[in-house]
C-alpha cells in the first residue's frame, strides 16, 4: 500500500552552495562572488562547442604525433560519417554504368549516365569529356549544392573544367534532382530516430562520390593521380567530407560550406543546416578535425562575407588553425582561403580563384584566376536535355528509403545462460560508453551536495531537498520523502520527474510505490527548474547531436550522478537503489540502471516500443534518441541486459520487449521482467 505524501508549503526561495568541496549535505547560504551553474541549455551547449572548436588539433604537437594518430581518426571519422559498414579500404570493382545518350558541344561531350552505388542505389549524373585526349588527364567530381534540378542548375561549372581540360563528374544528390530523397530526417521530418541508427544522410552522398571516383578511375582519359573535388554549399561540406575519405583526391575547393562548432551553434546558423552538413559526431569533433585529414594536400577555403549559413569569422578560425597545421606538416603553401563579399553564393573571384588552383595542383599550370577566366552562363541545356533517365529511375531504385538500409543496426544474440548474458551485456556497456555516451566527462566534478530545505511535514519520517552538480554547468534538485526511520538503512527509489509533468504527478506516482521504498524524486537537466521552452526543443536537439551527445544521454548522466549521491545519504540502502521511470524518462531509468550495474529495480510505466521511431517534426515530443545506440542496442532489449535487477513494468509490456522477457525465461528467472498494477 502506497503512502500519501504530505507536500510543503510552497519554498520560497532555492539557496543552495557551490564552494564547498565536500561531497557530505550540509545547509547554507550562497556567498558572494561564487560561480552559480547557469542550468541554461543553450549556455551549455554554446561553451561545449566553444571547448570542442578550441581544442581542436591542440594534441597534434608535431607531425609525428599526428602520423601516429592518423590511422586511428581515419577510422573514426569514417564512422561518423556512416561509411563503417561499407569497404571503403577495400579493392572495389567500378559501379555499373548505363548511359543514356549523349551531347556533343564545341570542344567537350555531355554523357547522360546513372550508375549503381550500392544494389538498388542509383546515381543520376552527367559526365563532361573534353575532346581528343591524347593521354589520361586531370578529373574533378563536382558534388551539388541544395538546389533544384542539381545537375542542370550548376552546370556551368563542368562545362568550364571540361573546357580547361578536365573530365568533371557532376552527380546528383539524393534530395534534389531526378529522383528526391531525404536530407531533412531531423531537419524537417522529426526523424531524430536518425541519431540513434548513427545515420547522416552525408554519408550517401559521400558514398556515391567515391563510387564516383571509382567510375572516373576505370575510364582510359582519366589520370588517377590528378582527382579534385569541389562544390558549394552542401556540395562544399560533402567535398571537404570526401577529401577526408579518400586520398585518390589530391586537391579540394569547398566553397560556402563549412563553420566550425561554435560557429554554428553559438550563432545558431546550424538552424538553417540540412543534416547532410555534419556527421555523427560521436568523438566531439570540430570541422577542423575533419579538415586535418585533408591535410597536406592542397586545400581551398572560400567563403563569402555576409553567408547567411556561415558565420565569416569561422571559416577564417579554420583556415588560420589549419594553416598552422599545414605548417607544422612542412606544407603551408598548400592551404589558401578567398573572402569574397555577399551572401550564400558563388562570387566571380571565388569560381576564377577555383579554377586556376585545380590548373596549378592537378595539372601542374601556373595560370592568374583572371586569365583561368569565369564560367559562362549562356546557353545552357535544359531539364530534359540533360536528363539522365529516360523514363524514370530503374524499378528497384532505393533512393527514397535508403535511409533505412544504409547503417547495419544491431540484431541481439540468442541467449541461453546467465554466462552468455553477461558476457552480451558486457559488450553493450562498453560500446555504448565509446559510442553513445562518449560524451560523459572525463572526470566527475564535485557533488557538493546542499540541503537547502528540511520538514518533518511531507512524509511520516520527514523530508528534504538537496541540490548538486551533476556536471559542470547544472546544478539540479532532489527531493527526499522519507517513509521509513533514517536510523535504519533502507531501499531507495528513485522517481524521474517529466518534463513539463503537471503538478505534483511523480508525487502521486510515488503514492503507488511499497511503503518499503524511501522516495527521491529528482529533476534531470530540462526538467522543472532547468526546462527549457518547448519551441526550443528541435533546436536543442540538433545542437546537442552536433556536439556529441542528445537530450537522453545528458540525463542519463544525470541519473548516474544522482544515484551516486543517494548512495551518500545516511538511511539509504546503497544495495537497494530503485530508479522509476514514466514514458520518455523509462529510457533514461534503464539506461541508467545498466551503466550503474548496482540497481536492484527499474520500475517502468509506458516505456517506449524502440527508439528506432519517429518523433515530432517541430523537435517537441519525447527525446530518446542517443547516438549509435541502435547500433548496438535499443531500449526493448534493455530489461533483458539489466540481469539481475529486476524490471517492473506498470500496465502492460510492449510486444517488442519479447527479446528481453525471453532472455529472462531461458536463463530461468522470468520473474525479473513482469507487469505490476500500481495503486
Not at 313 to 325: G, N
Request: hydrophobic share 35%.
Amino acid at each position: 500500500m502506497g503512502y500519501n505524501l504530505r507536500l510543503p508549503a510552497c519554498l520560497a526561495a532555492a539557496i543552495f552552495i557551490l564552494c564547498n568541496c565536500s561531497d557530505s549535505p550540509s545547509v547554507g547560504v550562497i556567498p558572494e562572488a561564487v560561480d552559480i551553474p547557469s542550468n541554461n541549455i543553450r549556455h551549455y551547449l554554446t561553451t561545449t562547442a566553444g571547448d570542442i572548436t578550441k581544442g581542436s588539433l591542440e594534441e597534434y604537437t608535431s607531425a609525428d604525433v599526428w602520423e601516429k594518430n592518423k590511422p586511428l581518426k581515419y577510422q573514426q571519422f569514417i564512422e561518423m560519417v556512416s561509411l563503417a559498414d561499407l569497404p571503403m579500404n577495400m579493392e572495389r570493382a567500378a559501379p555499373k554504368v548505363t548511359v543514356t545518350g549523349s551531347i556533343q558541344q564545341d570542344g567537350y561531350r555531355i554523357d547522360k549516365l546513372y550508375y549503381e552505388s550500392l544494389p538498388g542505389l542509383y546515381v543520376a549524373a552527367n559526365l563532361y569529356v573534353p575532346d581528343n585526349i591524347e593521354s589520361p588527364t586531370a578529373a574533378i567530381v563536382y558534388v551539388c549544392g541544395h538546389t533544384q534540378t542539381q545537375k542542370v542548375s550548376y552546370q556551368a561549372h563542368p562545362r568550364k573544367f571540361a573546357q580547361l581540360g578536365f573530365v568533371c563528374l557532376i552527380p546528383e544528390t539524393i534530395q534534389y534532382g531526378e529522383v528526391k530523397g531525404e536530407h531533412w530526417g531531423c531537419y524537417a521530418n522529426g526523424w531524430f530516430n536518425w541519431y540513434s541508427r548513427g545515420y547522416t544522410p552525408a554519408g550517401v552522398e559521400v558514398w556515391n562520390a567515391v563510387r564516383g571516383l571509382d567510375l572516373l578511375s576505370a575510364m582510359p582519359e582519366v589520370d588517377t593521380a590528378r582527382m579534385g573535388t569541389t562544390g558549394i554549399s552542401g556540395g562544399g561540406a560533402i567535398s571537404w567530407f570526401l577529401g577526408a575519405v579518400d586520398s585518390r583526391i589530391k586537391a579540394v575547393a569547398p566553397v560556402c560550406g563549412i563553420s566550425t562548432i561554435d560557429g554554428h551553434v553559438t550563432t545558431r546558423t546550424i538552424d538553417g543546416h540540412c543534416d547532410c552538413m555534419m556527421c555523427i559526431n560521436t568523438y566531439g569533433w570540430d570541422t577542423k578535425d575533419i579538415g586535418a585529414l585533408i591535410a597536406p594536400r592542397p586545400l581551398l577555403i572560400a567563403q563569402s562575407d555576409r553567408d547567411g549559413l556561415n558565420q565569416i569569422e569561422s571559416a577564417q578560425e579554420i583556415y588560420h588553425d589549419l594553416k598552422s597545421f599545414y605548417q607544422m606538416l612542412g606544407h603551408p603553401e598548400n592551404i589558401s582561403f578567398i573572402e569574397t563579399p555577399g551572401g550564400h553564393s558563388y562570387h566571380k573571384n571565388s569560381r576564377e580563384g577555383i579554377f586556376s588552383f585545380f590548373l596549378k595542383h592537378l595539372k601542374e599550370v601556373e595560370v592568374s584566376p583572371e586569365k583561368a577566366g569565369d564560367i559562362d552562363e549562356a546557353a545552357l541545356l535544359s531539364v530534359d536535355d540533360l536528363a539522365a533517365y529516360e523514363d524514370g529511375p530503374p524499378p528497384d531504385d532505393i533512393t527514397t528509403t535508403i535511409q533505412d538500409s544504409f547503417v547495419d543496426l544491431a540484431s541481439p544474440p540468442r541467449i541461453s545462460n546467465v554466462d552468455q548474458l553477461i558476457k552480451f551485456r558486457d559488450q553493450v556497456r562498453e560500446s555504448l560508453m565509446k559510442r553513445t555516451f562518449n560524451h560523459f566527462p572525463d572526470s566527475d566534478c564535485a557533488l557538493n551536495p546542499e540541503q537547502i530545505f528540511r520538514t518533518d511535514d511531507s512524509a511520516e519520517f520527514g523530508g528534504e531537498k538537496y541540490y548538486i552538480n551533476t556536471e559542470k554547468g547544472w546544478r539540479l534538485k532532489a527531493n527526499i520523502y522519507w517513509r521509513q526511520p533514517k536510523d535504519q538503512k533502507k531501499p531507495m527509489m528513485i522517481i524521474l520527474r517529466n518534463p513539463n509533468e503537471a503538478k505534483n504527478e511523480s508525487e502521486r506516482f510515488s503514492n503507488g510505490l511499497s511503503d518499503l521504498w524511501n522516495i527521491a524524486i529528482v529533476d534531470v537537466r530540462g526538467v522543472g527548474e532547468s526546462g527549457w521552452s518547448a519551441d526550443l526543443q528541435w533546436h536543442i536537439r540538433r545542437a546537442s547531436a552536433w556536439t556529441g551527445r542528445t537530450i537522453a544521454s545528458m540525463r542519463v548522466y544525470d541519473l548516474l550522478r544522482f544515484m551516486d549521491f543517494i548512495r551518500t545519504l545516511p538511511g539509504v540502502d546503497s544495495a537497494r537503489i530503485g530508479v522509476a521511470g514514466r514514458g520518455e524518462m523509462s529510457v533514461v531509468a534503464m539506461y541508467g540502471a545498466l551503466l550503474d550495474g548496482n540497481c536492484k529495480t527499474v520500475i517502468i510505466q509506458e516505456p517506449p516500443e524502440t527508439q528506432n521511431a519517429a518523433s515530432n517534426s517541430d523537435g517537441r515530443g519525447d527525446a530518446i534518441e542517443m547516438l549509435n545506440c541502435l547500433r548496438i542496442t535499443d531500449v526493448n532489449q534493455l530489461p533483458g541486459l539489466i540481469y539481475p535487477t529486476e524490471t517492473l513494468v506498470s500496465g502492460e509490456i510492449p510486444n517488442s520487449y519479447q527479446w528481453s522477457l525471453d532472455v529472462a525465461e531461458s536463463i530461468g528467472h522470468k520473474e525479473m521482467i513482469r507487469e505490476i498494477k500500481l495503486e
